[in-house]
């Protein structure tokens, strides 16, 4: 064989491998796919992983994924019915089940995010326009459990009965959302708010309405412990002076006995004899000279008083 021939025959082999190629595809379990021809859809969705052929270089393939998707909303402001104003981030999650319809309508996924936008959040908005704000952020009307001084509040909030409630509320948002995404070749799987707040005017008010109201409380609480105090001060000053006056009561009832006891031991003494009882004089007058007289003390006494009594008989010896 010549060497033009070889050529010949290896780029018709090269050819035929890219025909090949070109022609087959492989769809794993994971994409569906569609198969256009000039830019028109030709034949069936293509559903089922493995293997398959189209025609080469005139045909092409769109793949789609087969997966739940997500949706992430934009947070919007948005007014409640009763003229509430919040911020409302929501989220989604859809599939696409009709890969042709999905393509016919909205090309691809950027595309699908787009519609998804427009639609969600104008259902949502509506929803919520419709509705009183307690609706959006309690699911029942289970009683609230509140700390002691918030009984005002609790009464406030228990007359604000639900009847819908968060959850009812977001499947009525997928009931009207889902008919608008069908025809489209998209499902609805779910829609939840991802966050609720009020928007920032409203929010300084709020918070400037807890604090207050925490304040209040906390005024309360002081008040009431600042009488607790006064009355256990009181209640132990009053104690106080109840234990002191009995001890002073006892001490002198003690002081009483033990002076009267003296007292009859001294007189006992000094009607024993006379001279037991002139000593007995003779101790309680250096007693009294003890107590009354010290070292820098000067007296000017008659020498015929009692009280230098003892003193002429000491100096007279």
Same mark, same amino acid.
């Given at each position: 064989?010549?060497?033009?021939?070889?050529?010949?025959?290896?780029?018709?082999?090269?050819?035929?491998?890219?025909?090949?190629?070109?022609?087959?595809?492989?769809?794993?379990?994971?994409?569906?796919?569609?198969? @256009?021809?000039?830019?028109?859809?030709?034949?069936?969705?293509?559903?089922?992983?493995?293997?398959?052929?189209?025609?080469?270089?005139?045909?092409?393939?769109?793949?789609?994924?087969?997966?739940?998707?997500?949706?992430?909303?934009?947070?919007?402001?948005?007014?409640?019915?009763?003229?509430?104003?919040?911020?409302?981030?929501?989220?989604?999650?859809?599939?696409?089940?009709?890969?042709?319809?999905?393509?016919?309508?909205?090309?691809?996924?950027?595309?699908?995010?787009?519609?998804?936008?427009?639609?969600?959040?104008?259902?949502?908005?509506?929803?919520?326009?419709?509705?009183?704000?307690?609706?959006?952020?309690?699911?029942?009307?289970?009683?609230?459990?509140?700390?002691?001084?918030?009984?005002?509040?609790?009464?406030?909030?228990?007359?604000?009965?639900?009847?819908?409630?968060?959850?009812?509320? @977001?499947?009525?948002?997928?009931?009207?959302?889902?008919?608008?995404?069908?025809?489209?070749?998209?499902?609805?799987?779910?829609?939840?708010?991802?966050?609720?707040?009020?928007?920032?005017?409203?929010?300084?008010?709020?918070?400037?309405?807890?604090? @207050?109201?925490?304040?209040?409380?906390?005024?309360?609480?002081?008040?009431?412990?600042?009488?607790?105090?006064?009355?256990?001060?009181?209640?132990?000053?009053?104690?106080?002076?109840?234990?002191?006056?009995?001890?002073?009561?006892?001490?002198?009832?003690?002081?009483?006995?033990?002076?009267?006891?003296?007292?009859?031991?001294?007189?006992?003494?000094?009607?024993?004899?006379?001279?037991?009882?002139?000593?007995?004089?003779?101790?309680? @007058?250096?007693?009294?000279?003890?107590?009354?007289?010290?070292?820098?003390?000067?007296?000017?006494?008659?020498?015929?008083?009692?009280?230098?009594?003892?003193?002429?008989?000491?100096?007279?010896?």
């Amino acid at each position: 064989m010549n060497k033009p021939t070889s050529m010949i025959i290896g780029a018709i082999v090269i050819l035929g491998l890219i025909v090949l190629f070109s022609a087959t595809f492989i769809v794993d379990e994971t994409e569906q796919a569609i198969i @256009t021809q000039f830019g028109k859809p030709v034949g069936d969705p293509i559903v089922e992983p493995g293997f398959h052929f189209k025609t080469p270089i005139i045909q092409k393939v769109h793949f789609f994924d087969k997966r739940f998707l997500a949706w992430d909303g934009d947070p919007n402001q948005i007014p409640t019915k009763d003229k509430r104003f919040i911020w409302v981030d929501s989220y989604a999650r859809w599939r696409i089940v009709d890969p042709l319809l999905f393509f016919q309508r909205v090309r691809d996924e950027r595309g699908a995010q787009t519609r998804l936008d427009d639609i969600l959040d104008g259902s949502t908005r509506n929803a919520i326009a419709n509705n009183n704000l307690v609706e959006i952020v309690r699911s029942t009307n289970r009683e609230l459990e509140v700390g002691e001084g918030l009984e005002e509040i609790k009464e406030t909030e228990i007359s604000l009965r639900i009847k819908l409630g968060r959850e009812k509320l @977001t499947r009525l948002i997928i009931e009207a959302a889902s008919p608008r995404l069908q025809v489209l070749g998209i499902e609805l799987l779910d829609l939840r708010f991802k966050r609720i707040n009020y928007v920032e005017e409203v929010q300084k008010k709020i918070y400037e309405r807890m604090i @207050t109201e925490r304040k209040r409380i906390a005024d309360k609480y002081r008040s009431e412990g600042q009488g607790e105090s006064a009355k256990i001060i009181g209640d132990r000053e009053r104690d106080l002076k109840k234990i002191q006056s009995e001890a002073y009561r006892t001490a002198q009832e003690l002081k009483g006995k033990a002076d009267a006891e003296a007292t009859a031991i001294y007189a006992r003494a000094y009607n024993q004899n006379n001279e037991s009882r002139d000593f007995y004089q003779f101790l309680k @007058t250096m007693e009294t000279y003890k107590t009354t007289l010290s070292e820098k003390d000067w007296l000017i006494l008659s020498t015929k008083g009692d009280f230098f009594k003892f003193l002429q008989l000491q100096s007279g010896r």
